[in-house]
Protein backbone atom coordinates (compact mmCIF):
# COMPACT_ATOMS: atom_id res chain seq x y z
CA UNK A 1 0.00 0.00 0.00
CA UNK A 2 1.02 3.60 -0.75
CA UNK A 3 2.49 5.53 2.46
CA UNK A 4 1.58 9.55 2.52
CA UNK A 5 4.89 11.59 2.51
CA UNK A 6 4.97 15.12 2.99
CA UNK A 7 7.95 17.86 3.34
CA UNK A 8 5.70 20.82 4.01
CA UNK A 9 2.78 21.16 6.03
CA UNK A 10 -1.33 21.17 4.03
CA UNK A 11 -2.19 24.47 4.85
CA UNK A 12 -5.78 25.13 3.28
CA UNK A 13 -7.11 28.52 2.62
CA UNK A 14 -10.44 28.82 4.45
CA UNK A 15 -11.32 32.26 2.71
CA UNK A 16 -11.02 30.66 -0.73
CA UNK A 17 -12.74 27.54 0.84
CA UNK A 18 -15.75 29.46 2.04
CA UNK A 19 -16.10 31.03 -1.31
CA UNK A 20 -16.46 28.02 -3.65
CA UNK A 21 -19.65 26.38 -4.48
CA UNK A 22 -21.23 24.00 -1.51
CA UNK A 23 -21.92 20.87 -4.13
CA UNK A 24 -18.29 20.68 -4.98
CA UNK A 25 -16.40 21.86 -1.64
CA UNK A 26 -18.94 20.66 0.69
CA UNK A 27 -17.31 17.71 2.05
CA UNK A 28 -14.13 19.18 2.43
CA UNK A 29 -15.89 22.16 4.09
CA UNK A 30 -17.53 19.84 6.47
CA UNK A 31 -14.65 18.21 7.23
CA UNK A 32 -12.47 21.30 7.91
CA UNK A 33 -14.98 22.84 10.28
CA UNK A 34 -15.25 19.36 12.18
CA UNK A 35 -11.47 19.86 12.40
CA UNK A 36 -12.04 23.60 13.45
CA UNK A 37 -14.43 22.10 15.90
CA UNK A 38 -12.36 19.48 17.59
CA UNK A 39 -9.45 22.11 17.99
CA UNK A 40 -11.68 25.04 19.24
CA UNK A 41 -9.76 26.49 16.39
CA UNK A 42 -11.99 29.13 15.08
CA UNK A 43 -11.75 32.40 13.02
CA UNK A 44 -7.77 31.32 11.41
CA UNK A 45 -7.38 32.95 7.69
CA UNK A 46 -6.00 29.07 7.11
CA UNK A 47 -6.11 25.59 8.81
CA UNK A 48 -3.19 22.82 8.69
CA UNK A 49 -4.11 19.72 8.50
CA UNK A 50 -2.51 16.32 8.88
CA UNK A 51 -1.26 14.73 5.80
CA UNK A 52 -3.51 11.44 6.27
CA UNK A 53 -6.32 14.20 6.73
CA UNK A 54 -6.06 14.87 2.70
CA UNK A 55 -5.68 10.60 2.19
CA UNK A 56 -9.51 10.03 3.91
CA UNK A 57 -10.30 13.44 1.48
CA UNK A 58 -9.37 11.58 -1.85
CA UNK A 59 -11.52 8.85 -0.84
CA UNK A 60 -14.49 10.94 -0.35
CA UNK A 61 -13.74 12.77 -3.82
CA UNK A 62 -13.16 8.92 -5.27
CA UNK A 63 -9.74 11.02 -6.92
CA UNK A 64 -6.18 9.89 -6.08
CA UNK A 65 -4.07 11.95 -3.51
CA UNK A 66 -2.69 13.85 -6.52
CA UNK A 67 -5.83 14.11 -8.47
CA UNK A 68 -7.20 16.05 -5.34
CA UNK A 69 -4.60 18.32 -4.66
CA UNK A 70 -4.17 19.46 -8.15
CA UNK A 71 -8.24 20.22 -7.45
CA UNK A 72 -7.77 22.46 -4.34
CA UNK A 73 -4.86 24.13 -6.29
CA UNK A 74 -7.48 25.05 -9.09
CA UNK A 75 -9.78 26.02 -6.14
CA UNK A 76 -7.50 28.29 -4.65
CA UNK A 77 -7.73 26.27 -1.64
CA UNK A 78 -4.16 24.87 -1.51
CA UNK A 79 -1.00 26.84 -2.56
CA UNK A 80 0.55 26.54 -6.03
CA UNK A 81 3.99 24.26 -5.48
CA UNK A 82 2.00 21.62 -2.99
CA UNK A 83 2.27 19.10 -5.96
CA UNK A 84 5.97 19.22 -5.74
CA UNK A 85 6.06 19.07 -2.15
CA UNK A 86 3.64 16.29 -1.13
CA UNK A 87 4.32 12.98 -2.51
CA UNK A 88 1.95 9.75 -2.67
CA UNK A 89 5.16 7.14 -3.29
CA UNK A 90 4.66 3.49 -3.01
CA UNK A 91 7.53 2.99 -0.42
P1 LIG B 1 -5.58 13.52 19.27
O1 LIG B 1 -5.23 13.03 17.91
O2 LIG B 1 -5.60 12.50 20.37
O3 LIG B 1 -4.53 14.66 19.64
C1 LIG B 1 -4.47 15.17 20.96
C2 LIG B 1 -3.68 16.45 20.96
O4 LIG B 1 -2.34 16.19 20.54
C3 LIG B 1 -4.21 17.52 20.03
O5 LIG B 1 -5.23 18.25 20.67
C4 LIG B 1 -2.95 18.35 19.79
O6 LIG B 1 -2.73 19.21 20.89
C5 LIG B 1 -1.86 17.30 19.77
N1 LIG B 1 -1.55 16.83 18.42
C6 LIG B 1 -1.78 15.62 17.89
N2 LIG B 1 -1.27 15.53 16.65
C7 LIG B 1 -0.69 16.72 16.38
C8 LIG B 1 0.00 17.24 15.26
O7 LIG B 1 0.26 16.61 14.20
N3 LIG B 1 0.42 18.54 15.36
C9 LIG B 1 0.14 19.29 16.47
N4 LIG B 1 0.52 20.58 16.45
N5 LIG B 1 -0.48 18.82 17.53
C10 LIG B 1 -0.89 17.54 17.50
P2 LIG B 1 -6.27 19.10 19.78
O8 LIG B 1 -5.56 19.93 18.77
O9 LIG B 1 -7.13 19.82 20.77
O10 LIG B 1 -7.12 18.03 19.01
C11 LIG B 1 -8.08 17.21 19.69
C12 LIG B 1 -8.48 16.05 18.84
O11 LIG B 1 -9.15 16.54 17.65
C13 LIG B 1 -7.34 15.21 18.34
O12 LIG B 1 -6.99 14.25 19.32
C14 LIG B 1 -7.94 14.56 17.10
O13 LIG B 1 -8.78 13.48 17.48
C15 LIG B 1 -8.81 15.68 16.53
N6 LIG B 1 -8.08 16.47 15.54
C16 LIG B 1 -7.64 17.74 15.68
N7 LIG B 1 -7.06 18.17 14.56
C17 LIG B 1 -7.11 17.14 13.69
C18 LIG B 1 -6.68 16.97 12.33
O14 LIG B 1 -6.08 17.86 11.71
N8 LIG B 1 -6.94 15.79 11.74
C19 LIG B 1 -7.56 14.77 12.41
N9 LIG B 1 -7.73 13.62 11.77
N10 LIG B 1 -8.01 14.89 13.69
C20 LIG B 1 -7.78 16.06 14.30
P1 LIG C 1 3.14 28.09 10.73
O1 LIG C 1 2.68 26.72 11.04
O2 LIG C 1 3.95 28.27 9.49
O3 LIG C 1 1.85 29.03 10.69
C1 LIG C 1 1.96 30.38 10.27
C2 LIG C 1 0.68 31.12 10.58
O4 LIG C 1 -0.39 30.56 9.81
C3 LIG C 1 0.25 31.01 12.04
O5 LIG C 1 0.85 32.06 12.79
C4 LIG C 1 -1.26 31.18 11.95
O6 LIG C 1 -1.58 32.55 11.83
C5 LIG C 1 -1.57 30.51 10.64
N1 LIG C 1 -1.96 29.09 10.81
C6 LIG C 1 -1.32 28.00 10.34
N2 LIG C 1 -2.00 26.88 10.61
C7 LIG C 1 -3.11 27.28 11.27
C8 LIG C 1 -4.22 26.57 11.80
O7 LIG C 1 -4.37 25.32 11.70
N3 LIG C 1 -5.17 27.31 12.41
C9 LIG C 1 -5.06 28.67 12.52
N4 LIG C 1 -6.04 29.33 13.16
N5 LIG C 1 -4.04 29.38 12.02
C10 LIG C 1 -3.08 28.68 11.41
P2 LIG C 1 1.03 31.87 14.37
O8 LIG C 1 -0.23 31.41 15.02
O9 LIG C 1 1.60 33.19 14.87
O10 LIG C 1 2.14 30.73 14.54
C11 LIG C 1 3.47 30.95 14.11
C12 LIG C 1 4.24 29.64 14.13
O11 LIG C 1 4.26 29.12 15.47
C13 LIG C 1 3.60 28.57 13.27
O12 LIG C 1 4.05 28.67 11.94
C14 LIG C 1 4.11 27.31 13.94
O13 LIG C 1 5.46 27.05 13.52
C15 LIG C 1 4.15 27.71 15.42
N6 LIG C 1 2.88 27.32 16.06
C16 LIG C 1 1.85 28.11 16.44
N7 LIG C 1 0.88 27.40 17.02
C17 LIG C 1 1.29 26.11 16.99
C18 LIG C 1 0.71 24.89 17.44
O14 LIG C 1 -0.40 24.82 18.00
N8 LIG C 1 1.42 23.76 17.21
C19 LIG C 1 2.62 23.79 16.60
N9 LIG C 1 3.25 22.65 16.40
N10 LIG C 1 3.20 24.92 16.16
C20 LIG C 1 2.54 26.06 16.36
P1 LIG D 1 3.04 20.24 13.13
O1 LIG D 1 2.39 20.46 14.45
O2 LIG D 1 4.24 21.11 12.79
O3 LIG D 1 3.46 18.71 13.05
C1 LIG D 1 4.27 18.22 11.96
C2 LIG D 1 4.25 16.71 11.94
O4 LIG D 1 4.81 16.20 13.16
C3 LIG D 1 2.84 16.14 11.85
O5 LIG D 1 2.45 16.09 10.48
C4 LIG D 1 3.06 14.76 12.47
O6 LIG D 1 3.63 13.89 11.52
C5 LIG D 1 4.07 15.03 13.57
N1 LIG D 1 3.40 15.31 14.85
C6 LIG D 1 3.34 16.48 15.52
N2 LIG D 1 2.71 16.34 16.70
C7 LIG D 1 2.35 15.02 16.78
C8 LIG D 1 1.64 14.27 17.77
O7 LIG D 1 1.20 14.76 18.84
N3 LIG D 1 1.45 12.95 17.47
C9 LIG D 1 1.90 12.39 16.32
N4 LIG D 1 1.64 11.09 16.10
N5 LIG D 1 2.57 13.07 15.38
C10 LIG D 1 2.79 14.38 15.61
P2 LIG D 1 0.90 15.99 10.11
O8 LIG D 1 0.24 14.91 10.89
O9 LIG D 1 0.84 15.88 8.63
O10 LIG D 1 0.26 17.39 10.58
C11 LIG D 1 0.52 18.56 9.85
C12 LIG D 1 0.09 19.78 10.64
O11 LIG D 1 -1.34 19.75 10.86
C13 LIG D 1 0.69 19.90 12.03
O12 LIG D 1 1.99 20.48 11.94
C14 LIG D 1 -0.30 20.82 12.71
O13 LIG D 1 -0.10 22.16 12.29
C15 LIG D 1 -1.62 20.34 12.14
N6 LIG D 1 -2.24 19.31 13.01
C16 LIG D 1 -2.34 17.99 12.76
N7 LIG D 1 -2.99 17.36 13.74
C17 LIG D 1 -3.32 18.29 14.64
C18 LIG D 1 -4.04 18.24 15.87
O14 LIG D 1 -4.52 17.20 16.36
N8 LIG D 1 -4.22 19.42 16.52
C19 LIG D 1 -3.70 20.60 16.03
N9 LIG D 1 -3.90 21.71 16.75
N10 LIG D 1 -3.01 20.68 14.87
C20 LIG D 1 -2.84 19.53 14.18
Given at each position: ?36 AQR ?52
Amino acid sequence: SSAVTSTTKIVLNLESLGSLPADEAGPLARYASTIQAQRHDYNGKVLSIRAEDLKSLAIIYDMSPDELTSRLIEWGVLSPGMESVVGFGGD
